[in-house]
Nanobody
Framework: QVQLVESGGGLVQAGGSLRLSCAAS????????MGWYRQAPGKQRELVAT?????????NYADSVKGRFTISRDNAKNTVYLQMNSLKPEDTAVYYC??????????WGQGTQVTVSS
């Protein structure tokens, strides 16, 4: 089992920045991908950004956040971060930490609210 705990959400004005953190615990040796998804009211959950946990650190971003958001990881702390800059009202959503193991089993955090006011 893998447990994911997010932190760092909140309320920010448009143009501002926030940094989300996700700490993993449990069977973390099996995790090969970590990242973030988000879900706005009335919409489906969508990918924001992911990174592999191996040394290559391959990242993947949704087109809507490219150039504004940066995903990073600290393997020593078993933590992944999402730096969000130039936030827009349409970024408002519940952000979920995500992890996947080598067997393609997915794990989710409890979610953290990000609200961007115009």
């Amino acid at each position: 089992q893998v447990q994911l705990v997010e932190s760092g959400g909140g309320l920010v004005q448009a143009g501002g920045s926030l940094r989300l953190s996700c700490a993993a615990s449990g069977s973390i040796f099996s995790i090969v991908v970590m990242g973030w998804y988000r879900q706005a009211p009335g919409k489906q959950r969508e990918l924001v950004a992911t990174t592999t946990t191996s040394s290559d650190g391959i990242t993947n971003y949704a087109d809507s956040v490219k150039g504004r958001f940066t995903i990073s990881r600290d393997n020593a702390k078993n933590t992944v971060y999402l730096q969000m800059n130039s936030l827009k009202p349409e970024d408002t959503a519940v952000y979920y930490c995500y992890a996947r193991n080598s067997g393609y089993r997915a794990y989710w955090g409890q979610g953290t609210q990000v609200t961007v006011s115009s």
